[in-house]
């Protein structure tokens, strides 16, 4: 099944009189399971992309399908209910609350959903702080924690709400080689494991090169589309 469809989506910015076209006519289609890659130089619009896909933004025109939900026809209340319930989100600075544990930020996404109980959140918290490995960490705080175990706690927080997919956008970007390689191991195995469906933008070759597929944009369109590469 599509969980992500595009039809003809365009995005415009307006900054003063300006108007900057961040995307063009983009198709896409995305596919339960899929482990995506999108891959373009800075400004060319893949946090357009992926904000468009969360529902963080809405296109200029065109439109997009959410699990077939036609999400122009919704209200900015019914798509934060869509956001929640679909999307996971991973951030290049990891956003995590400073002043909350790792279980804590990891349960607070769940707060929303009023059908789990307590023992139900916690089993969620403590059933993905251990998918990441951070089992031990709980009580840390992220100023107590490595660049990689912020990571691990940001994937745990976005897996907790059973979303759809999960958006990453650069998700790599602040973290020293080595450790953004076991970033991308570790998505790649939840991915492998249990079919959660990743999109991450990135614009390093070694990245890319773990995706499953691979969409490149440039100039704020898609300019080319295949299977994997390996670099
Ligand atoms: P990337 O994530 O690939 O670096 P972005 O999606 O952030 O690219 O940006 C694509 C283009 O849209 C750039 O030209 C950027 O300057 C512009 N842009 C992004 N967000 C805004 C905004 N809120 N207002 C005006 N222009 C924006
Ligand atoms: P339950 O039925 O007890 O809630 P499931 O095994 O059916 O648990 O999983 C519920 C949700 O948790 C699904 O969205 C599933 O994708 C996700 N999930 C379960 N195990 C993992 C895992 N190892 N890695 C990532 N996501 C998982």
Redesign the pocket.
Known sequence: MNIVRFEKVCKE?M?GAEH?Q?LKDIDLQIKEGEFLAIA?P????????LNLIGCIDIPSSGKIYINNVDTSGQTPDQLSALRARTIGFIFQTFNLFSVLSAEENVEYPLLQFKELSVAQRRERVTKFLDIVGLSKFGRHRPNQLSGGQRQRVAIARALATHPSVILADEPTANLDHKTGDGILQLMKAINEDNGTTFVF?THDAKVMAMAGRLVRIED?QLIHENAVMHA
């Not at 800075?42 to 992309?49: I, Q, R, Y």
């Open positions: 910015y900054l900057i961040a373009g800075s400004g060319s619009g893949k946090s357009t992309l933008s704020g």
